[in-house]
């Protein structure tokens, strides 16, 4: 199960953890200030998502790898266009000649295009771009499948989709055989769609697709995190292709309605907007985020009334 944390209070810059059920390992969308991440958190990421890299996205990069250097693990980064430049800007500002180049090594994948991510190595002490390849998914391990949106926030900016995978349920009541290695054969075809292949069950051979009727398949947890953008059209169609019907999305409602000039002269979205685009993706359960740091707590009630208002309206 995909447990999402926000570790950022009231006023401190957006920073999201996201932790896998009876995994060691987390994931982190956006380096804001984050009072509430601790050192032990950090030091179990194993992917990092950024957004983009306006300050209040990318400012406490710094201190998450303050902990992570020595832990001699790989970490993924991914990013919009240029991530690989402004992370390696970063890491050559410091001395490092005390870390030995095993002390950790950093795999940044660039998104340039929805079909086109570049993936780079960087490793202590030097931290020189190495580009590795060019691949057209951007992650997943044992847990996840990560897909994204590129929005427009006069610059780009990834909104993305966790994936948890499908798990199958095998209805043994229902088999009247006796339990052995056909089971993870026929889930392995199952998966596959491999309609025409045979398994053996108690010296009888048997059509895979005969069986099929003894499986379920169950849809994994998709969690969203959509930050910083433009309330326009074309990025609503985005975030539906990718979104929809999608268990928990946190979207950027940086501002109050009545301050829809300002969002739409900073490219950003507002209460009311985010509440409609939510509705429209029918995800199950939608939470506003990331508020304009010069709003009261009675700014942010009123950021929320609307977007609820938005989001739940018949």
């Known amino acids: 199960m995909i447990q999402p944390e926000i570790k950022s209070l009231l006023r401190e810059d957006i920073s999201i953890l996201i932790k896998i059920a009876n995994s060691g390992k987390h994931y982190l969308c956006d380096c804001g200030e984050a009072s509430l991440l601790t050192v032990k958190e950090v030091q179990s990421v194993s992917a990092v998502f950024i957004s983009h890299t306006h300050i209040d996205h990318f400012s406490n990069f710094d201190g998450i790898f303050r902990h992570q250097i020595g832990s001699r693990e790989r970490v993924v980064i991914c990013g919009p266009k240029n991530i690989h430049h402004q992370i390696e800007s970063r890491l050559k500002s410091y001395t490092w000649n005390l870390i030995d180049e095993k002390a950790i090594e950093y795999e940044i994948r660039e998104i340039v295009s929805p079909e086109e991510i570049n993936v780079y190595i960087l490793r202590p002490p030097h931290w020189n771009l190495e580009l590795v390849k060019t691949q057209n998914f951007l992650f997943e391990d044992e847990q996840v499948k990560v897909e994204f949106a590129i929005l427009d926030h ?134 506003p985020i990331h508020f304009s740091r010069r709003y009261t707590e009675t700014d942010v009630i009123e950021v929320e009334t609307a977007f609820y208002k938005a989001f739940r309206e018949n």
Not at 187 to 194: G, L, P, S, V
Request: aromatic share 12%; hydrophobic share 35%.
């Open 154 to 287: 006069k610059t780009d900016s990834i909104a993305y989709l966790f994936r948890e995978k499908d798990s199958i349920t095998f209805h043994e009541e229902a088999s009247g055989f006796k339990k052995g290695k056909w089971i993870s054969e026929l889930k392995t075809a199952f998966e596959n769609n491999d309609e025409d292949k045979e398994i053996e069950i108690e010296t009888t051979v048997y059509k895979v697709s005969d069986l099929f009727y003894l499986l379920k398949r169950n849809q994994g947890y998709r969690l969203g995190v959509i930050m910083d953008h433009a309330a326009i059209e074309e990025n609503y169609e985005k975030i539906k292709a990718v979104f929809s019907e999608a268990n928990l999305v946190y979207i950027e409602s940086f501002y109050k309605d009545s301050d829809q000039e300002l969002a739409k002269l900073n490219y950003h979205s507002f209460a009311s907007a985010s509440g409609k685009i939510m509705k429209d993706c029918q995800v199950k359960e939608a939470v």
